[in-house]
């Protein structure tokens, strides 16, 4: 498989968005996808897929810290992956985004953003870059 990947950090009130290619192994920070309205979210994102053309999405799984159980989120990612596969009818894999947001705010931190505010509107889109990218090291070779 060659071409674009889309990841997503669902929220509920924002969707982090990245794109990694698998020729390189890399992805980037794209986009934040706000709301809670699901249509216009979903309009948002189908004007990010017609854009980038992904050959199949990724989406950040919660999960506890230790491990064991459920992550409260969880149910509701999996109905956002289910409804991302119906409406768009790309593969749709899942990823490990334990502690995802905090390492992004840290990444944040890092390159200078140091308002609350500004690291905010940047911050899903980030954890989305993270969550990919480890999608990419893990799967790069099992999908190419």
């Known amino acids: ?10 929220g509920l009130a924002r969707i982090g968005v990245a ?16 709301g809670e309205v699901n249509a216009a979210r979903f309009a948002a994102i189908s004007r990010l897929i017609e854009e980038w053309r992904p050959v199949a ?8 810290l230790d491990g064991e159980g459920t992550h409260a989120l969880e149910p509701r990612c999996r109905r956002f992956a289910n409804q991302l596969h119906g409406r768009f009818g790309l593969p749709v894999f899942f990823a490990d985004e334990r502690l995802s947001s905090v390492e992004a705010g840290r990444t944040l ?7 609350w505010q500004a690291r905010k ?19 790069r070779h099992a999908i190419a």
Do not use: N, W, Y
């Open 109 to 115: 931190r890092g390159v200078g953003v140091r308002r």
């Open 19 to 34: 794109t990694g290619e698998l020729e390189t192994g890399l992805a980037s920070a794209l986009a934040t996808v706000g």
């Open 121 to 139: 509107e940047k911050l899903d889109a980030v954890a989305a870059r993270l969550i990919l990218q480890h999608f990419l090291d893990m799967h």
């Open 1 to 10: 498989m060659h071409g674009c990947l889309l990841g997503f950090d669902f």
């Open 57 to 64: 999405l990724v989406v950040g799984l919660p999960r506890p």
